[in-house]
């Protein structure tokens, strides 16, 4: 995440100066660039973009007989999206926004993607379990509370980009192999020839060419990314061996981040795939290496003054910020429940992979939950990373849990504690006694918010039915598939019993 939060550079504004923000200037862009097809984007609960799309030359028509696709919407059928509607009640809308016009960065057809918003098509209310809206509740909710009127938010979202996936399970059978040019475990492999440069186990971070492979993918990536308006600030080959990458996006608001960290795993699972690899953003995919986390940067900001920034405090952090982490800290169980939501998250988050498995919070140690980066004194650089999500989380609903938790932490003063600026693993027992830790599995996450979801009601930014839904979803599809099938290492400790 960026150092400061006070300018653009010269590229940036001239996209920003170029983008289309109301359906005047939508209509007048799809005639000066010849768009041909309108591509419609919404996100499932889950937080798997969907899409389909219709002749430029509908919305055209649209509006010669007196309506408009901007007021009236689309209409598609929401019993088939997951954590929508059922059968009997499945017709819904999307509304597009018009500030999130752009032309597609993957299509070849001359495409504008817009995002939309989901509505009721009865009640004409958004729909509550349209996780942007959710996330345009929490902004609200923090302009209400007098806290703030502006939060800016930075993920670090980590993937791998491999050569070969294969996976599949039958009643007899179950194995996935994955495959990379990069692979450490491919040091002996006859690849006619074999040149040997292979990042070791734990040893990818920031390695030139030739033992990074994947420095133009990235390249071309960023490039793709900063033309659509997803600031961009660099890139990176990360610790794990068989292709494990990171493209930093600049911070923005919480919404708007959403939608960002939407186009940017979209724009880089294409550009893999137009290279014949493949990317992936599930957290634990390789044995024994690192996996990818999701390092999200947060700061909450009014009348254009950080609020966590105390020159005399402790990593120069406020009290409002101290707060805004023991909010973080109690409630960490209950975040992690959409922050790493699937099983896969807690095969990273054990000891000794730089995972962030301690609640507690540092400077600098990066094993804490919680970290203070120290790379800037500057006022507008002080923000807090929460370290424990993982990118296959919804970004709009992870962030706005985290915003919710914080401003609880924040009202009730809620201390953190002292921080521990030691390496954690390296404590003495008596030391480590009163460090909790992070839930050792989706099940465990999925009970914490069962039991502690109060803060998320708080002005209806969450609602009791997207509580419901999300734990019902997560323990029939998640946890209970997952118990009911053997593990390939299972046989290895057990066939012969």
Sequence with gaps: MTTLVTSKDREEELVES????????????????????????????????????????????????????WSEGVGFDGSSIRGFKQIQESDMLLMPDPTTAVIDPVCQVPTLSLICDIYDPITKEPYSRDPRFIARKAEEYLKKSKIGDMSYWGPEAEFFIFDDIRFDQGEN???????????????????KPNLGYKPRYKEGYFPVPPHDTLQD??????????????????????????????????????????DQLLMFKYVIKNTAKKY?????????????DNGSGMHVHSSIWKEGVNQFYDPKGYALISDVCKWYIGGLLKHAAAILAFGAPTTNSYRRLVPGYEAPVNLCYSARNRSAVCRIPMYSASPSAKRVEFRAPDPSANPYIVFAAMLMAGLDGIRNKIDPGQ????????????????????????????????KDHAFLLEGDVFTKDVI???????????IAEMSLRPHPHEFYLYFDV
């Design 276 to 288: 014949g690899k493949t990317a992936t953003f599930m957290p634990k995919p390789i044995f024994k």
């Design 18 to 69: 170029t983008r289309p923000t109301t359906p005047e200037e939508v209509k007048r862009f799809i005639q000066k660039n010849k768009i041909q097809i309108i591509d419609f984007k919404f996100n499932d609960l889950p937080g798997m973009w969907q899409h389909f799309s219709i002749p430029a030359a509908v919305l055209v028509d649209y509006e010669k007989v007196e309506k408009s696709i």
């Design 217 to 258: 993918i990235r390249s071309e990536i960023m490039l793709t990314l900063r033309k659509v308006g997803v600031p961009i600030e660099c890139h990176h080959h990360e610790v794990a061996s068989g292709g494990q990458c990171e493209i930093d996006i600049r911070y923005s608001p919480l919404v708007r981040m959403g």
């Design 419 to 450: 921080p521990i600026d030691k390496n954690i693993y390296d404590l003495s027992p008596e030391e480590k006694v009163n460090i909790k830790n992070v839930p050792g599995s989706l099940a465990e996450a999925i009970d914490a918010l069962e």
């Design 173 to 191: 059978f179950g194995y996935y192999y994955i495959d990379s040019v990069e692979g450490d475990w491919n040091t002996g492999k006859d690849e």
């Design 468 to 478: 419901d839904t999300w734990i019902s979803y997560k323990r029939q599809v998640d």
